[in-house]
């Protein structure tokens, strides 16, 4: 397979798409047109420089112990109950594991009648993202992520973005995620892993969107994947980054960072909560593909309203 380079230069007019994916073309890397860190006086925010500047360079950064233990213990107690809700068979927001029972993912969380709700809206959370995207901003996706023990499976390297902008017409990166660490995330039971770096360039993959592909990539995505000879290349300059987070610790990661995860074949279950931030200015538009939108419980299109954020112990909202 022959891969190819573009280079950078300047963004083409609006109605053109400048991060083509999913064409029926040779994948490729493109330059990223869009700024990483968009706040205008970095001194002035929630974080340390060093964050800001890694964050920028690296694509992610890590905040230990963002939300003390009682919140944690409230917040796993929640889960649970949320897990095990009879309402779970059958609803389309709860993806199980692919070939198994065991539960994958609860998406949209931040419409739950639980704590997972005041979480969403967190000024530790709402503030940084505000920040780093410079605008108001919205919940485009959230979700539970679980990795049971010794059946998780993996989730193979992808970006965020790639998704989001082919399948449900976000415009530009303009956004970051934000993963809560409910378990312990240790190097052995399946933790995020991170090519530091890849974010500043953009991977057009090939293939060409399926109908309700989003029914088959909930569970093992096999669309919007990059080549074997694209990642050894990103990988050639970021290496490759195991987040390792105690319960509380947040991973704060930029929407075009390459990411996946291993499974988890120890006795050690996993679980995060997930949260994707938008810009209000980069509100999601007409897919850039032939398919419809996905549904909203994956990608937020008829209720986007700007967040407001809470402060304080969230049990006590």
Excluded at 79 to 101: N, T, V
Excluded at 102 to 120: D, G, M, N, V
Excluded at 139 to 149: E, G, L, T
Aim: net charge negative; hydrophobic share 35%.
């Amino acid at each position: 397979m022959t891969l190819t380079s573009v280079e950078a230069g300047h963004a083409p007019e609006a109605d053109v798409d400048i991060y083509p994916s999913r064409i029926g073309t040779t994948p490729c890397l493109l330059p990223r047109l869009d700024p990483v860190v968009y706040a205008s006086d970095r001194s002035s925010g929630p974080l340390p420089q060093q964050l800001v500047s890694q964050f920028e360079t690296q694509g992610f950064f890590i905040m230990e112990n963002l939300f003390n233990q009682d919140e944690v213990a409230a917040l796993f107690e929640e889960m649970l109950a949320m897990r095990e809700d009879p309402k779970a068979s059958g609803s389309p927001h709860f993806i199980g594991e692919p070939g198994d029972a065991s539960l994958r993912s609860i998406f949209a969380i931040h419409k739950s009648e639980s704590l997972f709700a005041r979480l969403a809206e967190d000024e530790r959370l709402v503030g940084v993202a505000r920040f780093l995207l410079n605008d108001e901003i919205y919940i485009h996706q959230s979700r539970m992520n679980f990795k049971p023990a010794l059946k998780g499976k993996e989730f193979y390297w992808h970006s965020d973005f790639e998704t989001w902008h082919v399948e449900d017409g976000m415009p530009s990166m303009r956004a970051l995620s934000a993963s809560i660490a409910l378990t312990e995330n240790s190097t052995d039971n399946g933790p995020l892993m991170f090519i530091p770096e890849s974010h500043h360039q953009y991977v057009s993959c090939e293939g060409e969107t399926p109908r309700e592909h989003f029914k088959q990539s909930l569970q093992r995505q096999e669309y919007g994947i990059p080549p074997d000879e694209i990642l050894i290349r990103l990988a050639s300059t970021g290496g490759v980054a195991t987040v390792n987070a105690s319960p509380g610790s947040v991973v704060f990661f930029d929407s075009n960072l390459m990411h996946g995860s291993n499974s988890n074949i120890t006795p050690y279950p996993r679980s995060n909560a997930f949260y994707v931030y938008n810009a209000l200015s980069n509100a999601v538009v007409e897919p850039f593909c032939t398919q419809p939108a996905r549904p909203e419980f994956l990608c937020t299109r008829e209720s986007i309203q700007p967040l407001t954020s809470q402060s304080g112990d969230i049990r006590h909202a």
